[in-house]
């Protein structure tokens, strides 16, 4: 069992599918030295306390006001307090241990003690609520603590100055007046959000291209994808060598299941796994330690930074220290950062996928805590949508004007596509892509396929789709996909993003393959009804449940769990015998009385 929980820390790490999720993942001291950065760690804070679920929050800017230490037992009372109001005492007692566990775990507040029988309160079957916390304090890490205080009372909102455009003009004046200005040295105009928006969809499409082998499109020759980039889409196993390859040398490298699953993506999933892969690349390069996580420390400020800065705003890179102006340019290949020289000085525009890197974790009702994979697993293989939910993707308004205003021209943008879903099947796909054709081709049935100058269609058919799943593309991202490139018209009114019975019919073809499910569990036999009760309230708290069956008065937990379950079931055991043992020693002692 110990080995496999290692196992399970380590998938933890590699599968970690936001920001947040990397930072559970790294150790005390890593974090520790993000939150005491001079220049950043206010913002490390910041983006954390954000990210935490509303009563952590509330227990962060109480203790940040009264000195960074509190009694355990007052921090108890606050939420008991609350319960009061008309919510249920065990309920928030459970909702305020659970805050301090994941306050702990992000090193927001030093460890806790750690009592080998915390749970002890649920072997016993009365209604105590005793605290055995005596005088334990809650204390705020030193660099956490100074970090939220210095966020608390500043009023910069970015990390760094933005240029204006006025100080844009002066730049280029300097630069004429010293000669700079030829005409070789033409300084485009600041890019707009529509046209930021373009750029990094367009470093996205190199990518796909790639993936599907694509060289052209429209009549022009696609840019290949940086070297980074190529060696990324190997390694993470979304292209292979042909292992058809016959004709010597070195093998071309094609796409593979995983690689199909990544083109219906979102743009943000496709770059955060990116940004994983360079997060990793930064600790193999480097044989010191301690420059490594030095190195990564400054990848992952400046990523949270990105996130406090706004998009079509330039920013100076001479503002960052050496290591982040390499990462600067790493990240422009992968098209979170547009760069621009004007009279000498280079200045970076974060875009809305850099943004939005940290902001969309934030999103989330509580990712801190429903930490599920879902789609965004299957670079670990893992992962699948068995049971049917709500699949509705979120279109910025950046996004939504840039889609807008490719329509409305003569000839629209091949980095666009608007998709409108009919009931009786048929796609219609307003664009000029001919990889959006051909990621349309992995769900939808391809004799079918008709085209016009600037629009296409296809049917949605059993046959299609199961063809899907069978290329290990699930029900839940082909869905994401059709909603998430909706036509503009149809999100501006009040008709679904794809017809009901189109939805219902997706999930039904999928549930023709998931009908049966395997879970490996482990079974525990209890000796009563009491331990078997216990048993069961203690593995739903933990998510360890499974199945019981209360006539035969077994329990059936997931293999995960089981452990910490039969360690359980054992102590429960002891007390209830020692219980027994009082209880009959109590009743020899009445009877010699009598």
């Known amino acids: 069992m110990s080995s496999s929980s290692s196992n399970s820390s380590t998938k933890s790490k590699s599968s970690s599918h936001d920001l947040f999720g990397y930072l559970r993942s790294l150790p005390p001291s890593t974090l520790r030295t993000l939150y005491g950065n001079e220049q950043c760690g206010v913002y490390a804070c910041r983006a954390i306390l954000q990210h935490l679920p509303e009563l952590a929050r509330q ?166 994808p940086p070297e980074a980039v190529v060696h990324f889409l190997e390694r993470t196993g979304l292209m292979q060598e042909d292992p058809e390859w016959r004709r010597g040398g070195k093998a071309p490298l094609v796409i593979t299941s995983r690689g199909y699953e990544f083109m219906l993506l979102d743009v943000h999933v496709q770059v955060w796994q990116f940004v994983l892969q360079y997060l990793k690349s930064l600790q193999m390069k480097f044989r010191n330690d301690k420059k490594a996580q030095e190195i990564q420390s400054e990848a992952l400020l400046f990523l949270i930074c990105l996130s406090y800065c706004r998009v079509g705003e330039a920013y100076p890179a001479d503002a960052l220290s050496k290591d ?5 340019k790493d990240f422009s290949k992968f098209g979170l950062i547009y760069l621009a020289h004007v009279g ?55 996004a939504a004007r840039a889609l807008e205003a490719s329509l ?45 100058s600037n629009v296409v269609f296809y049917h949605i058919t059993r046959d299609s789709v199961k063809g899907a799943f069978k290329l290990g593309i699930t029900a839940k991202q082909i869905l994401r996909f059709l909603k998430m490139h909706a036509h503009p018209r149809i999100r501006s009114s009040n008709h679904p993003l794809v017809p009901s019975n189109v939805e219902d019919q997706i999930w039904l073809w999928n549930r023709e393959r998931t009908r049966v499910q395997f879970e490996e569990v482990y079974i525990h036999q209890c000796q009563n009804a009491q331990e078997f009760q216990a048993v069961v309230t203690y593995a739903q708290d933990r998510g360890a449940f499974s199945w019981s069956d209360a006539n035969k008065l077994r329990v059936f937990v997931k293999y995960a769990g089981a452990e910490v379950v039969v360690s359980f079931a054992r102590r429960w055991r002891s007390r209830a015998a020692q219980r027994r043992a009082r209880e009959s020693e109590g009743r020899m002692r009445q009877s010699a009385y009598s």
């Open 408 to 452: 409305a021209e003569p000839v629209p943008s091949s980095s666009h596509i608007a998709i409108i879903i009919q009931t009786n099947f048929q796609l219609c796909a307003y664009t000029t892509s001919q990889l959006h054709v051909s990621m349309l081709g992995l769900f939808c049935d391809v004799q079918s396929f008709r085209r016009l």
């Open 59 to 224: 227990f962060v800017l109480r203790l940040a006001v009264c000195g960074g230490t509190f009694p355990r037992k007052s921090v108890d009372l606050w939420t008991k307090n609350d319960a009061q109001g008309g919510g249920s005492e065990n309920s928030a007692m459970k909702e305020s241990k659970m805050s301090l566990i994941w306050m702990e775990r992000l090193c927001v507040i030093e460890p806790l003690k750690r009592n080998s029988e915390e749970d002890e309160d649920m072997l016993d079957n009365d209604d105590s609520n005793s605290n055995s916390n005596g005088n334990e304090l809650v204390v705020l890490t030193p660099e956490f603590n100074a970090g939220i205080k210095t966020s608390m009372t500043s009023l910069r909102s970015a990390p760094w100055p933005f240029v204006t455009p006025m100080q844009q003009a002066s730049l280029k004046a300097k630069a004429a007046k010293v000669g700079l200005s030829t005409s070789k040295h033409k300084y485009p105009p600041p890019p707009t959000l529509m046209e930021l928006e373009r750029y990094t969809q367009r470093r996205w499409d190199s990518v796909l291209h790639y993936l599907v082998g694509s060289t052209s499109e429209g009549g022009e020759d696609v840019e290949d």
């Open 344 to 398: 000498g000085t280079t200045l970076f525009y974060p875009t809305r996928v850099a943004v939005n890197l940290v902001a969309a974790s934030n999103d989330e009702e509580s990712p801190i805590i429903n930490n599920s994979s879902g789609v965004l697993s299957i670079l670990d293989g893992e992962g699948d949508d068995d049971g049917r939910e709500e699949v509705n993707p979120p279109s910025s308004a950046s």
């Open 324 to 328: 982040a102006k390499i990462l600067m």
